[in-house]
């Protein structure tokens, strides 16, 4: 099982999570590409240090919107959202190479993320980005979404994500954050779920239902308090079932 994690999402003066801690922990690492969260000394230091931990690189790419850290939907035009998803995947890839490592995967970041989960036009444009890449990328998203649906359409190599900390609506899709009990925050509870989602057992839905969600990988958000702490209780629990961490680009 992969462990993946947003990472590089400081700007500036402003700190947020613990990326160097974190990635002593995490398999993968979602590297914000200065859309939604990040400058390029913050890029570039997540990069070095997940190279030196040996740590798949994935391009965190998101809405052009700092101000609302990438979580408010933008209707943009496909053929911009194409050219932006490229832009951000190639400005990724020069801060990697300088320190000897490259972009393996692409990851969607917050409300694009959850757009395109159902928005054609849109999933449409990251995957034609994607493809147009040209250097095998995969892709990581959420099972039964349109993105993923739509990148193996196109020949390209798809994972499926769980998310550790995020309530599911009945149908798998996320609880919106707004609401309330979205995010989990019990290190403990989180950690014996992932490792039901690490075994393909059913976890619970939010309207208590049993849910199956099929994943490759586990995402462990990075910029909540305890995020450090819930990784680590997390790699532990699965370590100890007997469960070895794997990054994606390893499969």
């Not at 099972?143 to 993923?148: A, E, F, H, R, V």
């Not at 649906?149 to 798998?172: C, K, M, S, V, W």
């Not at 039901?196 to 849910?211: N, S, T």
């Not at 199956?212 to 586990?218: L, M, N, T």
Request: net charge negative.
């Amino acid at each position: 099982m992969d462990l993946n994690a947003d990472l590089a999402e400081s700007f500036g003066r402003w700190e947020l999570g613990d990326d160097e801690a974190l990635l002593r922990i995490v398999t993968s690492a979602n590297v914000a590409c200065g859309f939604h969260a990040g400058d390029p000394g913050v890029i570039r230091r997540a990069c070095a240090w997940a190279a030196r931990e040996g740590v798949t690189i994935g391009a965190q790419v998101g809405y052009r919107d700092l101000l609302g850290f990438g979580r408010r939907f933008v209707d943009i035009a496909p053929a911009e959202l194409t050219d932006e998803v490229l832009y951000q995947i190639g400005a990724l890839e020069a801060l990697a190479g300088a320190e000897g490592a490259e972009v393996s995967y692409v990851k969607p970041h917050g409300a694009l993320y959850n757009a395109i989960v159902s928005h054609r036009e849109q999933a449409s444009a990251v995957v034609e980005a994607v493809h147009g890449y040209g250097r095998d990328l995969a892709a990581l998203g959420l099972p039964g979404s349109l993105w993923l649906r739509l990148a193996e359409e196109r020949g390209l190599r798809t994972f499926r994500e769980a998310f550790a900390d995020r309530a599911y609506t009945p149908d798998g899709t996320l609880v919106p954050r707004g609401e309330p009990n979205a995010v989990l925050t019990d290190p403990d509870a989180i950690a014996a779920r992932c490792l039901r989602l690490a075994r393909a057992e059913p976890i619970e839905a939010v309207d208590g239902g049993e849910l199956e969600v099929a994943a490759e990988s586990i995402c462990l958000h990075g910029d909540t308090p305890e995020a450090v702490t819930i990784a680590r209780a997390v790699r532990d629990r699965l370590v100890s079932a007997g469960i070895t961490p794997t990054p994606m680009s390893r499969r």
